[in-house]
């Protein structure tokens, strides 16, 4: 383990702050949310990862096989969790910086027409942010190169709030 030199006084209601420099160093912003651990008398603090959550994972499959699109659930910067129906390659995706800002905004946004939506083919979509307590955390997104019905957009709508409420 690495020791900083750093130390913090515990306050009246059992609170530390973390150094601004581990934060920085560890990519830790305001809200995110930690896991608190003991291993033998230490404290051990691990930034929070949404990748394992076997519920939310799920959720994405069984939402983007019901619906015959594509979906993907992001953090505010990469994705989290996906769900292809057509076999195609994602791993090394990115977030578009145009979607970084939508995501941003909080403001769910659907297209009328084909959009690029990777910097590469052009998808309908629907992009809805996920506000947990307050807090922005990311977005589910779904993507097709067909249009997205009515149904589709309302189902999908449904997922979010899913998603906002099994998150909180």
Do not use: C, W
Not at 35 to 40: A, Y
Not at 58 to 78: A, Q
Request: net charge negative; aromatic share 10%; hydrophobic share 40%.
């Amino acid at each position: 383990m690495v020791k900083s030199g750093i130390t913090r006084r515990i306050d009246e209601l059992g609170r530390i702050v973390i150094p601004k420099e581990i934060r920085r160093n560890l990519k830790i912003q305001d809200s995110d949310e930690m896991d608190i651990s003991l291993d033998g008398n230490s404290i051990v603090l691990n930034k929070h990862e949404i990748e394992n959550d076997k519920v939310v994972n799920k959720f994405v499959y069984i939402i983007s096989k019901f619906l015959t699109k594509n979906v993907l659930f992001t953090s505010k910067e990469k994705i989290i969790s996906y769900s292809i129906v057509n076999k195609e390659k994602i791993e090394n995706l990115e977030l578009s910086d145009e979607i970084k800002s939508i995501i941003n905004n909080r403001k769910s946004i659907d297209s009328d027409s084909n959009f690029k939506l990777f910097n590469s083919d052009e998808y309908y979509y629907i992009i809805h942010p996920l506000v947990i307590n307050g807090d922005l955390f990311g977005s589910i997104i779904l993507y097709s190169k067909e249009r997205i019905s009515d149904v589709d957009n309302k189902l999908f709508a449904f997922s979010k709030m899913f998603l906002e409420n099994y998150l909180e």
